[in-house]
């Protein structure tokens, strides 16, 4: 299969592709390599498949149309796997017009791309973030999603009504998956475990916002690479799959779990709740393992251990 995965030098993209060479498969990445974090890292991460005979890097951006027009004309892509977004809740609210020009004009050049070139498959990184500030737990796929309480949030609620339309209207196969909080090996350093590590390890004060009940529900990267994979071999129609553990751990029972691995005490500092963030993610996962195969393995003390594991060999890099 020749798929494309916009992102795909990122934390999820590198981890999928690498997975795609893995069995076989054409892949081509198409990253922009912007400043959100260190570019370096990226290029780190894809570094393993440069020299691949089956992989091609395109850099640039999702919103530049020439340059789609070139990649769309040089392959006959089975399959676009679209990661590549403005990530991040808080920062969101600082640009959101950023936000709306990279998630939703970005995803919808994509699907020009899939309807002027008749790609089969769509696959579409959406957001547990849909949810807002959702009172039934776990979150359902047809729980009620129109209330996001951050433009990233609303951008990829956008992003799933959008891919329905062009499903609708031109009969591509499209899935939407919701990641909830993803981590793992090659995690972004933004992200709250791998933030809440280097602190530790660093012997710095970790921010905790609200006085830590908040819950969230982690994905280790493994899991979430078996869903997509099981979501492009069964992509047909149009589908939202909820993809996370199904399982939910307090912030600061989560802060305890790092500080234990890495070896020492966390020290808090104590900040208001801020701007965005919601009390608790969820995921319903039935519908995931009823239609895709989809089975979660990696329990969080397991997770958490791996991770750090791999921070402590790799931290002068992080």
């Avoid at 981890?15 to 912007?34: M, T």
């Avoid at 031109?170 to 793992?184: N, W």
């Amino acid at each position: 299969m020749k798929l494309l995965v916009t992102g795909g030098a990122g934390f999820i993209g590198s981890h999928l592709i690498e997975s795609l060479l893995k069995h076989g498969n054409h892949v081509s990445c198409l990253d922009d390599f912007n400043n959100y974090y260190t570019p370096s890292i990226k290029w780190n991460n894809i570094s393993q498949f440069q020299n691949h005979t089956d992989f091609k890097l395109f850099e640039g951006d999702i919103r530049d149309t020439d340059l789609l027009e070139k990649i769309f004309r040089a392959d006959k892509f089975d399959c676009i796997v679209h990661l590549a977004a403005r990530a991040g809740v808080r920062p969101s609210l600082k640009e959101p017009m950023l936000y709306q020009d990279v998630n939703i004009k970005g995803t919808m050049n994509l699907l020009e791309m899939a309807k002027q070139h008749h790609i089969e498959k769509f696959i579409f990184a959406s957001s547990s973030s849909v949810y807002g500030n959702n009172k039934k737990v776990p979150f359902a796929e047809d729980d009620f999603v129109d209330h996001p309480i951050s433009p990233y949030a609303a951008t990829k609620r956008m992003g799933e009504i959008i891919c329905y339309t062009y499903h609708h209207l031109y009969q591509i196969s499209i899935t939407c998956l919701r990641f909830f909080t993803v981590y793992g090996p090659r995690q972004r350093p933004d992200m709250a475990i791998h933030r809440f590590t280097r602190l530790i390890h660093d012997g710095e004060k970790i921010p905790m916002y609200g006085d830590g009940s908040s819950k969230r529900d982690y994905t280790f990267i493994s899991d979430i690479i078996q869903g997509i994979n099981l979501a492009i071999e069964k992509c047909s129609g149009y589908n939202i799959y909820n993809l996370g553990e199904s399982k939910t751990i307090q912030l600061r029972e989560l802060i305890q779990l790092i500080a234990r691995n890495v070896g020492t005490d966390a020290t808090i500092e104590r900040l208001p709740m801020q701007p965005g963030d919601v009390d608790i993610t969820f995921a319903d996962i039935q519908k995931a393992r009823a239609e895709l195969g989809y089975a979660p393995s990696m329990n969080m003390e397991q997770g958490i251990a791996d991770f750090v594991k791999w921070f402590k060999e790799h931290a002068s890099r992080a």
